[in-house]
C-alpha cells in the first residue's frame, strides 16, 4: 500500500508540471507538433510494459481490440490533449487550466450514468455544481483571450472524461497499462498522419527547447503515466484519483516557480471550489461499494 501511495504522489508532481512546461516552449512548436511529440515519445516509453503485460497474461488481442484502443488514442491524444495544448497557449497563466483539467473526474460522473449505468445522486449534483462554480471564477469575462482559454479547457476536461469513461469499459480485458502504451503509440500515429495531410509542420525543436520537449516525452507522458496505473494496481483507481486532488495544488507553485507567474486571488478561489466537487466527485459512499 505504501509503495502505490508512492507511485500515486510521484504522479502528482510530474502532471504538476505540464502546464508550466508547456507555456516555456507554447510559442516556439506548434501545438500539433508538441502533441504529437511528446505522446510518441510517451507511447514508446509505455509500449515494451504494455507488451509485457500481455505476455504475462496471456492475452490474446482481436480486431475490435486494436478498434477501441485506436478510439481512445484518438480521443484523448487528437482532441483532448490537443485542446489543452492550445489552452495553455491562449492562457494568461497555467495555473487556471490546470485547475480547469482538474474538474474532469467531476464530468466523468455525466459520462459514467448514460455509458457505465452509474447511478446520480445529490452528492454528485453537488460536485458538478462546485466545480462548474469554480470554472465561472477561473474565467475573465472582460478578456476574451482568457475566456478562450478557459473555454478550450473546459472542452478538453470533458472529453478527456469520456476517454476516462470509455477506458473503464474496456478494462475488463484490456488493463490500464495495456490501454495505454497502445493507445498513446497509434494515437500518436494517428495524429502524425493527420499532421502531414494538413501540412502542418511538426519541427522547431532547437538546442534551447529539446530539453523541454524530452522532459514532456519521457517524464511526463511516458513516466508519468507509468507512475499513475503503478499506482493504480498497488492501491485501487479510487486511491489513484488522489493525483486530481494534489495536481491543482501544487501547480499554482509550480507556475512560480518555472514561469514566474504569480497567481492572483481567483486562482484560489477557484481551486478551493474545484477542489470540494472533485473530492464530492470521488467521494464513493460505503453502500456503493462493490
Do not use: H
Not at 516509453?45 to 503485460?53: C, M
Not at 469499459?169 to 500518436?188: D, E, N, V, Y
Not at 495531410?197 to 538546442?207: D, F, K
Not at 496505473?229 to 483507481?237: C, Q, R
Request: include cysteine.
Amino acid at each position: 500500500m505504501k509503495k502505490g501511495f508512492i507511485y500515486i504522489m510521484l504522479t502528482a508532481l510530474i502532471f504538476t508540471t505540464f502546464e508550466p512546461v508547456s507555456k516555456l516552449i507554447a510559442a516556439q512548436i506548434n501545438p500539433f507538433a508538441i502533441t504529437f511529440i511528446r505522446f510518441f515519445i510517451g507511447g514508446a516509453v509505455l509500449l515494451p510494459f504494455s507488451i509485457a503485460k500481455i505476455k504475462e497474461n496471456g492475452i490474446k488481442l482481436d480486431k475490435s481490440d486494436y478498434l477501441s484502443m485506436i478510439l481512445l488514442g484518438v480521443l484523448c491524444i487528437c482532441v483532448s490533449m490537443l485542446l489543452l495544448q492550445f489552452a495553455v497557449l491562449k492562457a494568461d497563466s497555467p495555473a487556471l487550466i490546470a485547475i480547469i483539467f482538474s474538474s474532469n473526474s467531476v464530468f466523468t460522473i455525466l459520462f459514467a450514468v448514460f455509458i457505465l449505468k452509474d447511478k446520480f445522486t445529490i452528492v454528485k449534483l453537488a460536485a458538478i455544481v462546485l466545480c462548474i462554480t469554480g470554472v465561472l471564477v477561473c474565467a475573465d469575462f472582460s478578456s476574451g483571450s482568457n475566456l478562450f482559454s478557459v473555454v478550450l479547457a473546459l472542452l478538453s476536461a470533458l472529453s478527456f472524461s469520456l476517454y476516462t469513461v470509455l477506458s473503464k469499459k474496456f478494462m475488463k480485458k484490456l488493463s490500464g497499462i495495456i490501454q495505454t502504451g497502445f493507445s498513446f503509440f497509434i494515437g500518436s500515429l494517428v495524429l502524425l498522419v493527420f499532421l502531414l495531410m494538413m501540412r502542418i509542420e511538426v519541427t522547431g525543436i532547437n538546442s534551447g527547447n529539446i530539453w523541454n520537449v524530452l522532459y514532456l516525452g519521457i517524464v511526463v507522458t511516458g513516466v508519468g503515466y507509468w507512475a499513475y496505473f503503478k499506482g493504480m494496481e498497488k492501491t485501487s483507481a479510487m486511491a489513484a484519483s488522489l493525483v486530481f486532488f494534489i495536481k491543482p495544488i501544487l501547480t499554482p507553485l509550480a507556475t512560480f516557480f518555472i514561469n514566474g507567474i504569480i497567481p492572483g486571488e481567483k486562482v484560489y478561489i477557484a481551486l478551493i471550489l474545484v477542489l470540494g466537487g472533485s473530492y464530492l466527485a470521488a467521494r464513493q459512499p460505503k453502500a456503493e461499494i462493490k
